[in-house]
């Protein structure tokens, strides 16, 4: 059995089985991250003419509700299906995701607010200044301001 031999630019033989040169590195250590990172601003409200459009679909859907017969409401009450809830504002704007006025947080304080007041000056509703934060480098945290 002939064994081929390999050599480097150096004119070395490489052994292929094992017993060659090692070339892991050594592993560096792990420097300590901050707890907390910085993320920016963030400025979230309703979008104007949701809380409109969110308001008719309702009333359409509790007035489509009353026209059903007796028989078809039991069919879709037995098929899992409910009657639709009574309209309430306060209900819907504690409970809806609020929708980012930009994508991008913003680095200073002082545009998220001029932001704010430029969106509730389209007719945003409920809108809020959020920081963005990292924890760990593992979880996102955001706090109200």
Request: aromatic share 8%.
């Amino acid at each position: 059995m002939t064994q081929e031999l390999f050599v480097n630019l150096k004119g070395e033989p490489i052994n292929f089985n094992g017993g060659g040169p090692s070339f892991k590195r050594a592993a560096r250590p792990k420097s300590e991250a901050p707890q907390e990172f910085h993320k920016g601003f963030k400025v979230v409200g309703h979008r104007p003419g949701s809380l409109e459009f969110a308001r008719e679909f309702a009333n359409k859907a509790r007035a489509e509700w009353s026209e059903l017969s007796q028989e078809e409401r039991s069919k879709r009450l037995c098929s899992g299906l409910r009657e639709p809830p009574m309209w309430v504002e306060e209900k819907w704007r504690a409970e809806t995701k609020k929708s980012a006025v930009r994508s991008r947080p913003y680095e200073v304080h002082e545009a998220a607010e001029l932001c704010k007041q430029i969106a509730e000056g389209q007719g945003w509703l409920d809108v809020v200044v959020l920081e963005v934060k990292r924890a760990n480098a593992s979880s996102q945290q955001e706090a109200f301001l």
